[in-house]
């Protein structure tokens, strides 16, 4: 048998007969099938598969927030009302990393795009667990662009949208004032407690962060010349500009005085420590901490308390591969993570009709012209799902 583009509704209803699901406290949740289906309710997980082997839908989603009527739907136009009805009692505190939040993501390859994102959720559950005492959490493969984490914890599910906005705004290094990441802050020279101190080096918070990355660029110099003039110094330089600050930054005393002291005012010296110069000196380590510390979160869905996420055991049929619960170690080994994911539908050898050319982007990236081809069945399903597109 050659499979087709017009077989995955099939290949969808045998996954789902016997595929895992994962929802907890199913009854209280909005299950959607596709983003305009989406205020369907279960009460069993037996229910739910019934109509995913009946509808073999191209995506499922469920409810962030738990309702006391998940079903209820005011009808079209009327989404306030809609909201009211369903009576919200609930949301969990939910982060979607996404590799196109990513610098430079479309010059790497699939894996790449998955690697670093999988950094960025690494970095986003030590910050979780470390500042914010986090205990449980769930992780998900999205099955295309990246990963969910989903907080636990009963208490971070009755945060209000503006707590959320500050936790997500934490992540992302913004807002931030000045006086608050720095152990003193004031540019009046004229003034006899004039002054621009980096905190102590922390993880726990950006003014920490922003003096180990000081320190850092003070022990590392050289590393860092092309990247401080091109990419952090927030201002354009010019050429005099760039020499005076060489003088500083290439002479070990200076930068051992900075490491020691946190003194910005001092490591520029009297002459240089201009309020311009010192604000331009704090955005750019500012700039370094955020590439090194900030977490790149889809910031629609950290806030948002009516939002829908990828169901755990479906299959994101826009790439191919199943949304999957993921242990922490896979999030460190790609080889791993792409092995578990393979098992879904298996290495079975089988025969795909591809009606166009494409490019397969999955653990391998991979070309194929109009035809028939043989394929080990994961990569098949990879193949007819990314034919859609």
């Given at each position: 048998m050659v499979l087709k583009v017009a077989d995955l509704s099939g290949i969808l209803r045998k996954h789902?007969?016997?595929?895992?699901?994962?929802?907890?406290?199913?009854?209280?949740?909005?299950?959607?099938?596709?983003?305009?289906?989406?205020?369907?309710?279960?009460?069993?997980?037996?229910?739910?598969?019934?109509?995913?082997?009946?509808?073999?839908?191209?995506?499922?989603?469920?409810?962030?927030?738990?309702?006391?009527?998940?079903?209820?739907?005011?009808?079209?136009?009327?989404?306030?009302?809609?909201?009211?009805?369903?009576?919200?009692?609930?949301?969990?505190?939910?982060?979607?990393?996404?590799?196109?939040h990513v610098e430079g993501h479309s010059d790497m390859t699939y894996v790449q795009q998955i690697e670093t994102i999988a950094k960025h959720t690494l970095r986003l559950i030590d910050i979780l667990v470390k500042q914010y005492g986090v205990q449980n959490y769930q992780v998900t493969f999205s099955g295309r662009r990246g990963f969910h984490v989903r907080v636990t914890d009963e208490a971070y599910t009755l945060l209000s949208k503006s707590q959320r906005k500050e936790i997500m705004r934490d992540l992302l290094g913004e807002g931030l004032e000045k006086k608050a990441t720095l152990a003193a802050y004031e540019t009046n020279s004229f003034k006899s407690d004039a002054a621009f101190i980096l905190k102590k080096r922390s993880l726990n918070d950006w003014g920490g962060k922003i003096r180990l990355v000081c320190d850092d660029l003070m022990n590392n110099f050289d590393t860092y010349t092309q990247d401080i003039q091109e990419k952090h110094w927030p201002k354009k330089i010019t050429p005099k500009e760039f020499q005076n600050l060489m003088s500083r930054f290439s002479n070990s005393t200076f930068r051992q005085r900075l490491v020691r002291t946190g003194d910005l005012r001092a490591f520029l010296g009297e002459k240089l420590a201009t309020k311009t110069r010192l604000e331009n000196m704090y955005a750019m380590l500012l700039s370094l901490a955020k590439e090194k510390y900030a977490v790149e979160i889809d910031t629609s869905v950290t806030a948002e308390v009516n939002k829908i996420i990828r169901m755990p055991g479906s299959i994101n049929s826009k790439h191919g591969y199943e949304c999957r619960v993921v242990e922490q170690e896979e999030l460190m080994d790609m080889d791993y993570l792409f092995f578990n994911s393979a098992q879904t539908f298996g290495n079975k050898q089988v025969q795909v009709q591809i009606d166009k050319p494409i490019t397969v982007q999955g653990y391998r990236t991979f070309s194929l012209d109009t035809g028939i081809h043989t394929l080990p069945m994961h990569e098949a399903v990879l193949a007819l799902c990314q034919s859609e597109r």
């Open positions: 789902y007969e016997e595929c895992d699901l994962v929802v907890e406290k199913l009854p209280r949740r909005s299950v959607a099938f596709n983003t305009w289906d989406r205020h369907n309710s279960y009460n069993t997980i037996e229910k739910l598969r019934e109509d995913l082997v009946d509808q073999a839908p191209d995506s499922v989603f469920y409810s962030t927030a738990r309702y006391l009527e998940p079903s209820a739907n005011a009808g079209t136009g009327k989404a306030s009302e809609t909201w009211k009805q369903k009576d919200r009692k609930s949301t969990d505190l939910t982060f979607d990393l996404d590799f196109d």
